[in-house]
């Protein structure tokens, strides 16, 4: 499976911003979908999981800010940012798992994983 995120660049806090992950070759819906973001120096950080069974889960920082979705007609993943802060500025990651892995923050569940889109967010 390939995936293809889209949508990063630059934004002004407070603003929001849409990310994007095509997946092609399988059918999005047996997927668990992933977002992770990477700092400058800093480890990569789960951002938020949607399972193919639907439920959506949120990094504490994220929750109320953030909101992941899917549209399976179209094999994409979204990310909806909103009212984002400075210190959200990374290098975004979509991902795929297989099967259900209950530890869903550990980079180590993914299987497949997209090439990063920038995001940066200014004061």
């Known amino acids: 499976v390939q995936l293809q995120a889209s949508g990063g660049g630059l934004v002004q806090a407070g603003g929001s911003l849409r990310l994007s992950c095509a997946a092609s070759e399988r059918t999005l819906s047996t997927l668990d979908m992933g977002w992770f973001r990477q700092a400058p120096g800093k480890e990569r950080e789960f951002v938020a999981l949607?399972?193919?069974?639907?439920?959506?889960y949120y990094a504490d920082s994220m929750k109320g800010r953030f909101t992941i979705s899917r549209d399976n007609a179209v094999n994409t993943v979204y990310l909806q940012m909103n009212t984002p802060l400075p210190e959200d500025t990374a290098v975004y990651y979509c991902?795929?798992?297989?099967?259900?892995?209950?530890?869903?923050?550990?980079?180590?569940?993914?299987?497949?994983w997209g090439q990063g889109t920038q995001v940066t967010v200014s004061s």
């Open positions: 991902a795929g798992a297989l099967y259900y892995r209950r530890s869903y923050h550990s980079t180590g569940s993914y299987d497949f």
């Open positions: 949607s399972r193919s069974d639907g439920g959506t």
